[in-house]
């Protein structure tokens, strides 16, 4: 959490206390989406259960990266944030 705090900057500091669950949630889904098997039950249901946070994380203002990034780039952060 406190890596995470000093990515976002204090501008999203206080914000980050009601998304972090998620954030942290999103990180274990991702890698068990994919990280598994596709053929297991359990990898699909991780995606699912990823991208249906995705979706709450962007409804609430969070971007995943930002346009041009790669992939290793790729970070959460309150849309229009300007800290890397």
Same mark, same amino acid.
């Given at each position: 959490?406190?890596?995470?705090?000093?990515? %976002?900057?204090?501008?999203?500091?206080?914000?980050?206390?009601?998304? !972090?669950? %998620?954030?942290?949630?999103?990180? !274990? %889904?991702?890698?068990?989406?994919?990280?598994?098997?596709? =053929? =297991?039950?359990?990898?699909? !249901?991780?995606?699912?259960?990823? =991208?249906?946070?995705?979706?709450?994380?962007?409804?609430?203002?969070?971007?995943?990266?930002?346009?041009? =990034? !790669?992939?290793?780039?790729?970070?959460?952060?309150?849309?229009?944030?300007?800290?890397?």
């Amino acid at each position: 959490m406190a890596l995470l705090l000093l990515l %976002l900057g204090p501008a999203t500091a206080a914000q980050a206390g009601g998304v !972090a669950p %998620l954030l942290r949630d999103w990180t !274990a %889904l991702n890698g068990a989406c994919r990280g598994g098997r596709g =053929d =297991d039950p359990a990898t699909l !249901a991780a995606c699912e259960r990823r =991208d249906a946070l995705h979706r709450r994380l962007t409804a609430a203002g969070w971007c995943y990266g930002r346009p041009g =990034d !790669a992939g290793y780039q790729r970070a959460w952060r309150t849309c229009g944030g300007t800290g890397r």
